[in-house]
């Protein structure tokens, strides 16, 4: 397993221990998980909203900073107002935030996404519901198979050029990706989008070398991670989020993403995100750390490191999520967007070391474990109390 355990610190808590995948390694294991903004404009372009968002996060302490789905194709596009990296006149504005979450210390990501047939969809401001019209500024979507998403539009069935050439749109989104200075990529696979949507047999009905058997529904997968590959080079961590089940009788299980995950270590990704659902509507067991199980069943059984993620809200249980071996690190969304300062409070409560208040001069203030005492100590003790 790459996780790297001798990465571990002894005098700090798991949590704020680095963690070193290829050639990277971690500040701590409190990352950002990718989440949308829908604050972009119909050219995909990230904006000051993004810079605020990540940046605040950065500067929070997050040890990565993720972006949320960004599209490598306009057609994939989850809704009108997403980001993208389609377009070279994307890369510039990326470039500006990833400059500055770099400059505070972490180390920063983008989840390379296409929505297939979940594309194209209101963003849920009360606008509307379901598949945005072409008068609205949607467009057409399309999937492996014509199935709608119960609620959505149905997609196009993709020709078999379309699929095969999916990769090359993520590898030149990745090369895109570097110019913007990212450190690494994740792969969308989860929650319904285009790749889950091929790997899951309630979604992919084909009958040609896309479809059928479990390897078949994971080949676009996988041809895309030798893709993404092939341009990140050799020292960069590559991570897949996948939806480890659909919940659903008939559906994908979490045996089945096991199997998936074993083929995507042996293709080189270094850390499967574990998330699961979004491909159905399904009753979903929501609860405390809920998709841990999964996590812990997939980094043991495919001997690939894991990240955890879903209703992990304290330090205490994100800790105990580390300790009991179930992940490597554990990804934070809405507790981040409650609290962009969530790890500095985490280092505080787990390892009874103050956190100092972040400030612009000093990059080194969200290096949290070996920060000095000093005045920032007592105004944040103070603050917290
Ligand atoms: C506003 C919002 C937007 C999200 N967008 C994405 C996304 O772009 N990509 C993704 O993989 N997950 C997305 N998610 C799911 C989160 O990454 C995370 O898996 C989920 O919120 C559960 O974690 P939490 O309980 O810590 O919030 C989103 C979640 C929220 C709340």
Redesign the pocket.
């Known amino acids: 397993m790459s996780a790297g355990a001798g990465a571990v610190r002894t005098d700090v808590s798991l949590l704020m221990s680095p963690l070193t995948l290829r050639g990277t390694t971690f500040r701590n294991r409190a990352w950002l998980?990718?989440?949308?903004?829908y604050s972009a404009g119909t050219d995909g372009v990230p904006t000051d909203w993004h810079l605020a968002h990540l940046g605040a996060r950065a500067v929070g302490g997050f040890g990565l900073v993720l972006t949320?789905?960004t599209a490598v194709v306009p057609e994939g596009r989850?809704t009108p107002q997403d980001v993208g990296i389609w377009d070279d006149a994307q890369v510039a504005a990326w470039r500006r935030i990833t400059d500055f979450v770099r400059s505070r210390g972490a180390h920063v990501g983008v989840?390379l996404?296409h929505a297939g047939r979940k594309a194209s969809t209101y963003r849920g401001f009360g606008e509307g519901s379901g598949t945005v019209p072409a008068e609205d500024g949607g467009w057409a979507t399309v999937g492996p198979s014509d199935l709608a998403f119960a609620g959505y539009a149905a997609p196009q069935e993709m020709t078999p050029e379309q699929v095969a050439a999916v990769p090359g749109q993520f590898a030149a989104a990745t090369r895109r990706a570097l110019d913007a200075g990212f450190d690494l990529v994740e792969v969308?696979a989860?929650?319904g989008y285009l790749l889950h949507q091929f790997l899951s047999p309630l979604s992919n009905l084909r009958a040609d070398d896309w479809g059928g058997t479990l390897a078949g529904r994971a080949r676009l997968l996988l041809d895309t991670v030798d893709a993404v590959r092939a341009v990140l080079g050799e020292d960069r961590p590559l991570l897949v989020?996948v939806s480890a089940t659909d919940w659903t009788d008939g559906g994908l299980t979490v045996e089945d993403v096991a199997q998936v995950s074993v083929w995507l270590r042996e293709h080189g990704v270094d850390l499967v995100?574990v998330?699961t659902g979004g491909n159905v509507h399904a009753t979903i067991p929501v609860g405390p750390g809920y998709?841990v199980p999964a996590a812990r069943a997939i980094r043991e059984t495919a001997r690939v490191a894991t990240s955890a993620?879903?209703?992990?809200?304290t330090a205490e249980q994100a800790e105990q999520v580390l300790a009991e071996g179930a992940a490597d690190a554990v990804?934070?969304?809405?507790?981040?967007?409650f609290d962009p300062h969530w790890p500095l409070r985490a280092a505080h409560a787990l390892d009874d070391k103050t956190p100092v208040l972040a400030h612009a001069g000093d990059p080194a203030a969200t290096v949290l474990p070996d920060q000095p005492t000093g005045w920032p100590v007592q105004y944040a003790r103070g603050s917290w109390a």
């Open positions: 998980a990718p989440m949308c903004q949320e789905a989850i989840q996404a969308h989860a929650h989020r995100d998330s998709q993620v879903g209703l992990i809200t990804m934070l969304g809405r507790p981040a967007l």
